[in-house]
């Protein structure tokens, strides 16, 4: 069997891509770009393909490079630059906007790296006044703005790697002061004009917004409650303009063009390649009308390529046309490699090209019926280990409800929806179809509703991902490889039944102490693990968008025998209200004049405790400290285990930390810095007095209150203690064991710099 071209084409750019990645953002792009040409003259004189593979590679290599090299200098981290573009897209956000914005033109301050390769920036715009950002207006703003970042925590969302896969490269907000200023309104935009159309329409907002996100492919105009339940209902791909959208909009013209070929020419209307040809540019339209958004694009690629192989007229086979398809889509734009997405399509697709291989066509209402049952019921689990490997959950009831939503958004939902468009010159029939999406709609809504009610969308424990994907995996192969044995299958049943046995992730020995010093911004969020023990030292920020860094770390339903919330600054104690939603806390702990939200406990100086080999002891704050500051009540926990000794001090000033130095037992193991490393913090005779081998700060990459001070970073240098940053370092890790030495981890793999 011949190879062809397709299949090489695919792997050179996975190779380019795959090395421009590895080569990092720290490669210099000028040198890269050099040698590779030098390379290519000197192949081109050996062996002319060889030159062709090894382009192949340089352009997978040089687009992987190139996304590095349009990142904001670091150099403009923080600092206002003055940006005309256009704007993409907006999203409502709690007290304003979030916008995408095209650059078109970036000045950046005197003496300041330049921000000319800005192509896309994703900004928070709030208190802005009318008139509102709209898509396709272009404007001039002063925007604040960072490089691509996020945070570092174990198991949880790599909010970074997505913004450098989605092309954004920068990240901020937009200043009040000067003004932004419209330049010019939308340019004439189908997309637009009819988004602006359906608005007027007599429909429910639910509605109107949904018929945006299916036929338009304005996702964003979906509210994060949609979102949210079509995530945990595992039902996304539905409204996301993907293979299901345009292969309907392709077979609609595909049918009318055969009919009406086949009218004309009733003799030789199979010959007909025009039909083909109409489908396929209708393919196109619609994925441009959609805005040729990554998904949009693979859909219609997918789309065209098997229309091709459907005519049958010197068309390649189902691999040929996947490798081709995926050959394509890299060559078009090798940074969808990184995209979870393309690899859910493409194995979905090569599933059923497997399991259909051979197969008959099915005949009548019944075989097609089969057909479906019997496609869903072999894809269904290769997909929920596909989606355990991507995003680490996985919707228990996916597989039965897209068993009947796919035909119903198939057959029914978006034939009306794309119906009230192509009715819309006939007065009332569109309102008429629409009518009736509405009431299909409202009843699909309330089905997914008591269905993850039910069924919530269920996140295992990260040591058992891995196990349930391979559990998963082994079933669909054996039950969907053609000639295996009935043994083979019913051993693939029993292994997926037997992985809730799994052994447990390793436990910590019995006096063994895990602290984590998580990564959340301008914050604090510190858990301690121990054998029967889970505690926690604050609950991290709450952002003005109402975003809360505690949502990413674990899945909802966990327990928490103790949350100590040190005092109620928002960068302490934004995230109790998700902690109280979500989670299950046995006990809270606060000082008294505190206001939170939650019964608790009083935290007061004098507490102790021992579980597990730990000895908790409460230092502050004294019971008369009514009169004091909120950051001066702060909670002070001491953790000692064996002669190791953690010291969190929360907010409180120097005057405070003078009177607790009478308790310290010196030297500290590790001391969490008082007020992230604020200069109303560690004073000289504290670090002296704590003599910490290990200094620990809690900030936000780029804070624009400058935590950790310098001062207070020479001071502990001076004291030879060893520096960590969140900011730099992600989370960081320790393991205080009785008898054995301190073990330090950060999570991100810095910049080599002075640590001790």
Not at 440 to 453: I, K, P, Q, R
Request: proline share 7%; with cysteine.
């Amino acid at each position: 069997m011949r190879i062809g071209l397709a299949m090489p084409v695919a792997v050179a750019v996975m190779a380019g891509a795959v090395l421009g990645s590895w080569l990092g953002p720290a490669c210099n792009t000028l040198w890269l770009t050099s040698a590779l040409g030098i390379l290519l003259l000197v192949l081109a004189t050996v062996r002319l393909r060889y030159c062709l593979w090894l382009a192949i590679v340089c352009w997978g290599v040089v687009a992987i490079q190139s996304q590095w090299a349009r990142q904001l200098p670091v150099g403009l981290s923080g600092e206002d630059v003055r940006v005309e573009g256009r704007i993409t897209q907006t999203q409502q956000i709690s007290g304003g906007l979030r916008l995408l914005l095209k650059v078109e033109r970036c000045e950046a301050p005197d003496l300041r790296p330049d921000c000319e390769r800005l192509q896309r920036v994703r900004v928070s715009a709030y208190a802005l006044e009318s008139p509102l950002p709209q898509p396709g207006e272009r404007w001039m703003m002063t925007l604040r703005l960072r490089p691509p970042s996020g945070f570092m925590n174990p198991g949880a969302f790599d909010y970074a790697h997505w913004l450098w896969r989605e092309g954004i490269d920068a990240t901020g907000y937009v200043r009040q002061e000067p003004s932004a200023q419209r330049l010019t309104a939308a340019s004439f935009s189908l997309r637009q004009q009819a988004h602006a159309m359906l608005e007027e329409q007599p429909l429910s907002p639910r509605t109107r917004r949904w018929l945006a996100a299916l036929t338009l492919g304005l996702g964003d105009q979906l509210t994060q409650s949609d979102w949210k339940l079509l995530n945990a209902s595992g039902t996304t791909h539905l409204v996301v303009i993907s293979g299901l959208h345009v292969g309907l909009v392709a077979s609609f013209v595909l049918l009318l063009a055969r009919q009406t070929a086949r009218w004309i020419t009733p003799g030789n209307w199979r010959l007909r390649a025009w039909p083909w040809w109409l489908s396929a540019a209708a393919a196109l339209g619609y994925a441009l009308l959609a805005g040729m958004e990554p998904p949009a694009m693979r859909a219609m690629i997918m789309s065209v390529v098997g229309l091709w192989v459907l005519s049958g007229r010197h068309a390649p086979g189902p691999w040929q046309g996947w490798w081709l398809a995926l050959a394509a889509v890299l060559v078009i734009d090798p940074v969808a490699l990184w995209r979870p997405g393309l690899w859910l399509s493409f194995v979905a697709v090569a599933w059923l090209i497997i399991i259909w291989q051979g197969r008959p066509r099915p005949q009548g209402l019944r075989g097609w019926c089969w057909a479906v049952l019997r496609s869903q019921c072999l894809l269904a689990p290769l997909m929920a280990a596909a989606v355990l490997v991507a995003f680490g959950r996985v919707a228990p009831t996916a597989p039965l409800i897209n068993l009947v939503a796919v035909p119903l958004m198939s057959l029914f939902m978006v034939p009306l929806a794309l119906l009230g468009w192509l009715l819309t010159p006939v007065p009332y029939a569109s309102t008429a179809a629409w009518w009736l999406f509405e009431q299909g709609l409202g009843g699909f809504y309330s089905a997914l509703e008591m269905a993850v009610v039910h069924w919530p969308l269920w996140e295992p424990s990260r040591y058992l991902q891995l196990p349930w994907a391979l559990g998963l995996l082994v079933m669909a192969l054996c039950w969907g490889l053609p000639g295996t044995a009935r043994w083979l299958k019913r051993g693939a049943l029993t292994i997926v039944m037997l992985v809730p046995f799994w052994p447990a992730s390793p436990r910590l020995s019995g006096d063994d102490l895990l602290i984590t010093v998580y990564d959340v911004g301008q914050g604090q969020l510190i858990e301690l693990r121990s054998t029967h023990q889970r505690m926690l030292v604050d609950t991290g920020p709450r952002y003005r968008s109402g975003f809360m860094p505690l949502e990413t770390l674990w899945p909802p339903g966990q327990h928490f025998d103790l949350v100590l919330v040190s005092h109620s600054d928002s960068d302490h104690a934004g995230g109790v209200q998700a902690l109280r939603d979500q989670h299950q806390v046995e006990e809270w702990r606060a000082p008294a004049l505190e206001p939170l939200a939650v019964q608790r406990l009083d935290c007061q100086r004098g507490d102790e405790w021992q579980r597990d080999g730990a000895h908790y002891r409460v230092l502050w704050p004294n019971a008369d400290q009514g009169e004091s500051s909120s950051n001066d009540r702060s909670c002070v926990l001491s953790v000692q285990v064996g002669q190791q000794q953690v010291l969190i001090t929360g907010d409180v000033g120097r005057q405070v930390e003078r009177r607790l130095i009478g308790d310290l037992n010196s030297p500290v193991t590790v001391l969490v810095a008082g007020h992230h490393g604020s200069a109303s913090s560690s004073g000289l005779q504290f670090v002296r007095a704590a003599d910490a081998r290990h200094v620990i700060f809690s900030a936000g990459r780029d804070n624009p209150f400058g935590h950790p001070n310098d001062d207070v970073v020479r001071r502990f240098r001076e004291q030879g203690s060893c520096l960590w940053n969140t900011a730099q370092d992600g989370a960081i890790q320790l393991r205080l064991s009785p008898g054995a030495s301190l073990e330090i981890n950060p999570l991100r793999e810095s910049t080599p710099r002075q640590r001790c």
